[in-house]
C-alpha cells in the first residue's frame, strides 16, 4: 500500500464553505478509490495524508496537484506501508475542522495514533501544534 503524506498553500482565502466541497468530493472519490486518509487546514495551509492502493493513491495524487485551489505542493513522503493509518476514514477532517484553536493538538493526537512510522506521525502532529499555538 502507498502512503503519501504532502503540505499546501491555499491560493484564496478558503473559506469553510470551500473545505467542506472538497472534503465532499473527496469522501465520494475516495470510499469509491478505496483511499482513505487525514486532510488538516489551517486557514492558510494543507496538510493531507493519502493511502491506498498504489494506483488509487498515484491518480488521486496527480488530481489534487492540478487543482487551483492550493498551490506549492511539497511532497513530505512517500513510502510503502503495510497497514492503514487512517483506516477508518476515507478523508478524516471534519473532525479537526469542528474544534476549537486549543484541542486540536489532542484530536490529532487521537487521529494519527495508528500511524506506526514516528516520524510521520511527528510531522502531522507538529503541523497541528505550530497552527494551534500560532
Ligand atoms: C487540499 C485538497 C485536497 C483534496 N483531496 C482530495 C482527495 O483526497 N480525494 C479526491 O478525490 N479529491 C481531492 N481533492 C479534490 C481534487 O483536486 C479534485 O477537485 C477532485 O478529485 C475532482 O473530483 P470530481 O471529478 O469527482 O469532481 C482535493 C483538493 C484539495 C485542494
Same mark, same amino acid.
Request: hydrophobic share 45%.
Given at each position: 500500500?502507498?502512503?503519501? +503524506?504532502?503540505?499546501?498553500?491555499? !491560493? ?18 475516495? &470510499? &469509491?478509490? *478505496? ?11 494543507? +496538510?493531507?495524508?493519502? =493511502?491506498?492502493? =498504489? ?6 495524487? =496527480? ?8 498551490? *506549492? ?8 506501508? =503495510? ?17 476549537? *484553536? !486549543? !484541542?486540536?493538538?489532542? +484530536? ?24 494551534? &499555538?500560532?
Amino acid at each position: 500500500m502507498l502512503q503519501l +503524506l504532502y503540505i499546501s498553500s491555499v !491560493t484564496r482565502a478558503a473559506s469553510d464553505e470551500l473545505v467542506g466541497e472538497i472534503l465532499t468530493t473527496s469522501r465520494r472519490n475516495n &470510499a &469509491a478509490a *478505496g483511499v482513505t486518509g487525514l486532510l488538516l487546514y489551517d486557514g492558510k495551509r494543507f +496538510l493531507q495524508a493519502l =493511502e491506498g492502493s =498504489e494506483t488509487a493513491v498515484s491518480t488521486t495524487y =496527480e488530481r489534487i496537484k492540478r487543482d487551483t485551489r492550493h498551490r *506549492g505542493i511539497v511532497l513530505l513522503s512517500s513510502k510503502i506501508v =503495510e497497514t492503514r493509518s487512517f483506516g477508518e476514514w476515507s478523508m478524516a477532517a471534519e473532525k479537526i475542522a469542528q474544534a476549537a *484553536g !486549543t !484541542t486540536i493538538p489532542v +484530536l490529532v493526537d487521537q487521529l494519527t495514533a495508528r500511524v506506526a512510522d514516528a516520524n510521520t506521525r511527528e510531522i502531522i502532529r507538529g503541523f497541528a501544534r505550530v497552527r494551534a &499555538a500560532a
